[in-house]
């Protein structure tokens, strides 16, 4: 079924397989995922195709300066014949919510997304309500544009479970996404492999996939290492380590197997962590690279035999 799934997307989504395969993990891990490229090169696509391949509910939200929270979390509206207030839903209240250039609206409407990520509900007028399940936020950014931004905090970049950087593709990807959209392939006409019931189920499995506490130890220490590098102000949180055991779970699950092993944990790594970690002044006036830093710490540390 996920073989299929993956297959399914790649012909509309035109790119690396392993941006696929990362966005499923996140998806059968419970986490959010937050997309990086260049305007153009299919992040949008991506993530609708994604919606439309498993049969869930997709919602877009558009992130402006002038964006309120209130657009994203819903609000309350007066009814002149009943005399209450009703809930207007708001853009979180979709199974699968992509937020298109979240970094160019303000922090207040950017941190309207961080209880629907952590805790599944969103809170309006002092009630609560319950988000749709399975619930999985997309968000998009652009590297490159800095006029009009609000870079995100570190304390919402840790509610994604990975960043994913799309990046130009080659020259047969490039000719084979010009034949599709002649032919008509696009997110719209995608048709549904499996139902957001089946992802529930997945995730479900995924939860139960064996991992023993040797390498529940090696990504603990990974997440070390980068605490006591110097060149990082910021090292992995607990958090993070959560996310690794996680999505190394749901990696051994989409190569078959039902135990976890140490590759798992280094493949996902560089995903889980990247984001998380924040170069000292004086490391990047010396022009380090935090991914390179990062794989030689992965690479440093001990394997569990």
Known sequence: MIHKLK???CETFVGKEETVENLLICLFSGGHVLLEGIPGVGKTTLASTLARSVACDFGRIQFTPDTLPTDVMGTEIFNMKTGNFE???????????????INRTSPKTQASLLEAMAEGQTTVGGVRYKLPQPFMVIATQNPIEFMGTYPLPEAQIDRFMMKITVSYPDAAEELRMTRNMLEGKTPETVESVITSEDVLRIRAEVAQTVIKDDVIGYARNIAEMTRNEKRFVLGASPRAVLALVRASQAKAYLEGRDFVK????????????????????????????????????????????
């Open 87 to 101: 809930y207007r839903e708001g853009a979180v209240m979709h199974q699968i919510v992509l937020a298109d250039e």
């Open 7 to 9: 297959n399914h997307i």
């Open 262 to 305: 140490p590759d798992d944990v280094k493949a996902v790594a560089p995903f889980i962590l990247g984001h998380r970690l924040t170069l000292t002044s004086e490391a990047r006036i010396a022009k380090e690279n935090k991914d390179d830093i990062l794989l030689k710490l992965i690479h440093k540390t001990k394997i569990p035999l």
